[in-house]
């Protein structure tokens, strides 16, 4: 296996370890369709099944917080714990709403990404396939990393000893923790996609474009003319349909993600509070659990960020 992933280039590495999030998603029930080489299909079992599953789990989560915030004697704890609670359960019922009356648009915006990615690559003449450089991948490995944690911490560390009942009933809010946080990871990697999108685009129109429009003069012959206006309206077609994209993105998705980014807010104010009143500042484990939840929140304003300044830089190109 490490000699497979040690002959793949960046971009492609980008492109695997991007499928194997996929596939984690469709683990967790977030995403419920099929992914074979380009073609996308949905299973109504699938969609059936994941919306009892997270049902179910919202139950029980709800049903297990009722009994247990009466053991949280400070009462700031439970103001937090609540609001935590809340803005989780908020974000799973927004994704099932998604998953029952707008599938087809998901489906749509994920087949809009691929299809972007494909013609990007013809205008480009790229040979190589993947996207990205190494500091989109060192975002998707830390992205990775953060998953993997959120995963071994609830549903190893955070399980009872004893009981049916009680592993049950921690599963379930587990599941509810992890499926939010997975959320937040999957916004992060989609602006990290735009930012991708509008690089290439960029890095095609600067390298290849621009100097042939520098090149047109009064001497150059009318079909010189039409091929660079060609490419030119091409360029100008794709960026329109990447900020289309990322708007019908955003109109989509943008209240999930909202939610789950106060929600690892409320988590860090949760642990900071244990560590600070509790701990009295005393436990390594906690300290470096408040900097993996800030690194969270850090690397999705950083995602963002590269997408809008890459955004910028098209529309530079365009007044240029």
């Known amino acids: 296996m490490f000699e497979f992933i040690r002959r793949l280039s960046i971009p492609q590495l980008n492109a695997k ?6 596939r984690y998603a469709q683990f967790l029930g977030i995403v419920l369709f099929r992914l074979d080489g380009n073609q996308i299909s949905n299973h109504k079992w699938m969609l059936c099944l994941g919306v009892i599953i997270r049902l179910t789990n919202l139950a029980a989560a709800i049903y297990t917080f009722s009994i247990n915030v009466g053991d949280i004697k400070i009462y700031i704890m439970q103001i937090i714990y609540s609001i935590r609670l809340y803005l989780a359960i908020q974000c799973n019922l927004i994704i099932v709403v998604l998953q029952l009356f707008r599938e087809t648009e998901t489906i749509n915006l994920f087949k809009r990404f691929l299809n972007l990615f494909q013609k990007i690559r013809i205008v480009g003449r790229r040979r190589t396939r993947g996207f990205g450089t190494s500091r989109e991948l060192w975002f998707i490995l830390i992205c990775v990393m953060s998953m993997i944690h959120d995963l071994l911490y609830r549903f190893t560390f955070g399980m009872p000893k004893n009981g049916f009942i009680s592993t049950f009933k921690i599963l379930c809010m587990s599941y509810i923790v ?3 946080s997975m959320m937040l990871h999957v916004h992060l990697l989609a ?22 429009l520098l090149a047109l003069n009064e001497g150059t012959d009318r079909r010189t003319i039409r091929k660079v206006q060609r490419k030119l309206e091409k360029c100008y077609n794709l960026h329109r349909e990447i900020f289309k994209l990322k708007m019908d993105f955003s109109k989509l998705f943008q209240l999930p993600m909202v939610l789950a980014f106060l929600h690892k807010i409320t988590l860090v104010g949760l642990v900071s509070f244990d560590l600070i ?3 009295k500042c005393q436990s390594l484990w906690l300290s470096i659990l408040i900097a993996k939840y800030i690194l969270d929140l ?16 098209m529309r530079r190109l365009h007044f240029d």
Not at 17 to 22: E, K, R, S, T, V
Not at 191 to 208: M, Q, T
Not at 298 to 313: D, R, V, W
């Open 277 to 279: 009143v509790l701990k």
């Open 17 to 22: 370890i991007l499928h194997w999030i996929f």
């Open 298 to 313: 850090l690397l999705m304003t950083l995602s963002i960020e590269k997408a809008q300044t890459q955004f910028s830089k």
């Open 191 to 212: 602006y990290l996609c735009f930012g991708i999108l509008y690089s290439e685009l960029n890095e095609y129109i600067l390298k290849d474009l621009q100097p042939k």
């Open 178 to 180: 992890v499926e939010t």
